[in-house]
């Protein structure tokens, strides 16, 4: 059974750093890897999704790496802002199997 | 609507009444998600929906929850009985097909059993 993990639970930086974010997962057979944000009382906006025959996805401060080998993948925030602070969530999903979640990392970006 | 809405927003019950939620998920969408979202525990996937039919329900958790959906479009989940453990955030996604598509996620409603 598919268990994803995000490391840190959270995280705190001042307003202008570059910052990485974490999730690993157990069964690398994995069909894709797509990263939520989730704002306070709000549903998930979908960031960026890595199909699995991809090592990366790009999206303006917003770079995701995926490395099945290891189970892990990565979202990397550039020059990190204050409207950054969410919850950032990732998910994999394995043939027909749901998208299994990881439990968020929660990110504050301090001004 | 260009995204996914659910209702109501918020829902408070007492112990042992029964609830429906409502999705309308993004126009053309076949596939249609259920989650829920419990405090420190992240996301757990309750049911799936292709079309009207739900192919896969092995995310519900027990026989209280149960879930239909009409015309391919709106779906609308209910809880018999409920428990103060189901108190929850219930979130509802689409996406275009069961793929790799992008699943777009509503806001939710946020379930209080009293």
């Known amino acids: 059974k598919q268990e994803v993990t995000q490391i840190p639970a959270a995280l705190s930086v001042p307003e202008g750093e570059n910052l990485v974010l974490n999730c690993s997962f157990t069964?690398?057979?994995?069909?894709?890897l797509q990263w939520f944000r989730q704002d306070p009382g709000k549903g998930l906006t979908s960031l960026l999704l890595?199909?699995?025959?991809?090592r990366e996805q790009t999206s303006g401060r917003l770079n995701a790496s995926l490395d099945k080998s290891s189970g892990r993948s990565t979202l990397y925030i550039a020059a990190s802002q204050p409207g950054d602070s969410a919850t950032y969530l990732c998910?994999?999903?394995?043939?027909?199997?749901?998208?299994?979640f990881g439990k968020g990392t929660r990110l504050s970006v301090i001004a | 609507g260009a995204g996914v809405s659910q209702s109501p927003s918020n829902k408070v019950t007492e112990k042992g009444k029964d609830v429906e939620l409502r999705c309308d998920p993004i126009?053309?969408?076949?596939?249609l998600y259920w989650y829920r979202q419990s405090l420190g525990q992240g996301l757990e996937f309750l049911i799936y929906?292709?079309?009207?039919?739900?192919?896969?329900k092995s995310g519900l958790p027990s026989d209280r929850f149960s879930a239909e959906r009409t015309g391919g479009s709106v779906s609308t989940l209910t809880i018999q009985r409920t428990q103060q453990e189901d108190s929850a955030v219930y979130l509802c996604?689409?996406?275009?097909?069961?793929?790799?598509?992008?699943?777009?996620f509503g806001p939710g409603t946020r379930l209080l059993v009293l």
């Open positions: 998910a994999s999903r394995s043939g027909n199997t749901p998208l299994v």
């Open positions: 069964d690398s057979a994995i069909y894709n």
């Open positions: 890595i199909q699995s025959s991809q």
């Open positions: 126009s053309g969408h076949t596939a």
């Open positions: 929906f292709q079309g009207n039919s739900a192919p896969d």
């Open positions: 996604a689409s996406s275009l097909e069961r793929g790799g598509e992008t699943q777009y």
